[in-house]
């Protein structure tokens, strides 16, 4: 049975209650108002969210992910319950789960609500977490390049000590090709190898030519520029409705997302995850 008009106007009370208090960081009161809604009102996904920021500042983890696993089970879209339950997935060292949940939040960030935009946070748990990742995976196979370069290393002095480099296998039967050549060949395909793996300049059109970072919800104005959503908010907020660069007016429901750029930089993430590095 649904709640009643008035069941549901104490509800929203508790809730103003429950927010009045986080903002003054009475957690613990504020867990006990939002506690209080969801008697009135079970099926709200907010108060769940509500109530796990909460325990998030308590450090309480699994309540943390209990609240936010509910919210999404009557609310599979929203942002802050999949953005909430990454954070305490990564808390619990379970960090693929972590950054799948921290990506469905991204995603379903992106083109949001101004008033409820949160990608930029978002994408800071996110950067971090798939940072990590990749330092984890790149040290396994800079170790794995190593070895396996030794072991060529060896093969190769090996059979130029009992004479017979010629026959060795995965080289060209060249008499003539000296043996600090093939040295120097196998030193090239393990560093070509490795190139993924060392950091450089992150091209240019996959950066906001404003903020000057890698894009991580790039949209287009009216004028044909691509920018960070983010900057291009905050720049009307306080500066006004109009182009940084072109000086042309526009209004936020004229952003559009460009999806190739937001494909592009997926893309070089990807491949590159040093490129996640928050300075």
Same mark, same amino acid.
Not at 3 to 9: D, G, L, M, S
């Given at each position: 049975?649904?709640?009643n ?8 009370l508790?809730r103003? *209650?429950?927010?009045?208090? +986080? ?6 009161? %504020?867990? *006990?108002?939002?506690t ?7 099926? /709200?996904?907010?108060?769940y969210?509500?109530? %796990? ?14 609240? @936010?696993?509910r ?17 305490a997935?990564?808390?619990k #060292?379970?960090?693929p ?17 101004? #008033?409820? $935009? ?7 748990a ?5 940072y ?17 370069k ?7 002095k090996?059979? #130029? $000590? ?11 039967? *060249? ?9 120097e ?27 000057l ?6 949209? /287009? ?15 009307? #907020? ?6 940084? /660069?072109?000086?042309?007016?526009? *209004?936020? @429901? ?13 893309? +070089?993430?990807?491949?590159h ?5 928050i300075?």
């Amino acid at each position: 049975m649904p709640p009643n008009p008035a069941e549901v106007k104490q509800a929203e009370l508790l809730r103003n *209650d429950g927010n009045n208090y +986080f903002k003054k960081s009475r957690f613990g009161a %504020a867990i *006990d108002a939002y506690t209080q809604a969801i008697t009135f009102c079970p099926n /709200i996904p907010v108060y769940y969210t509500n109530r %796990a920021l909460c325990h998030l500042k308590r450090n309480e983890w699994e309540r943390v992910e209990e609240d @936010s696993r509910r919210a999404i089970q009557l609310d599979s879209k929203s942002v802050k319950a999949h953005y909430i339950l990454g954070l305490a997935l990564l808390q619990k #060292q379970e960090l693929p789960k972590g950054i799948k949940e921290l990506e469905k939040a991204l995603n379903l960030g992106r083109g949001a609500d101004p #008033q409820g $935009y949160m990608v930029e946070e978002i994408w800071q748990a996110l950067a971090r977490a798939k940072y990590k990742e990749w330092e984890h995976a790149s040290s396994q196979r800079s170790w794995d390049l190593q070895n396996l370069k030794e072991a060529c290393v060896s093969a190769l002095k090996e059979k #130029q $000590y009992l004479g017979d480099i010629s026959e060795s296998e995965g080289f060209v039967d *060249d008499a003539t090709t000296p043996y600090l050549k093939r040295l120097e060949a196998i030193e090239r395909v393990f560093n070509k190898a490795a190139e993924d793996d060392i950091p450089a300049e992150i091209p240019g059109h996959l950066c906001c030519r404003i903020t000057l970072d890698i894009f991580h919800d790039p949209v /287009i104005t009216p004028s044909g520029l691509t920018y960070e959503r983010a900057m291009l908010l905050d720049h009307l #907020q306080k500066v006004g409705g109009f182009d940084p /660069i072109t000086r042309e007016q526009f *209004d936020p @429901s004229q952003l559009v997302p460009n999806l190739a750029i937001k494909e592009a930089v997926h893309e +070089f993430l990807d491949k590159h995850g040093w490129a996640y590095k928050i300075d």
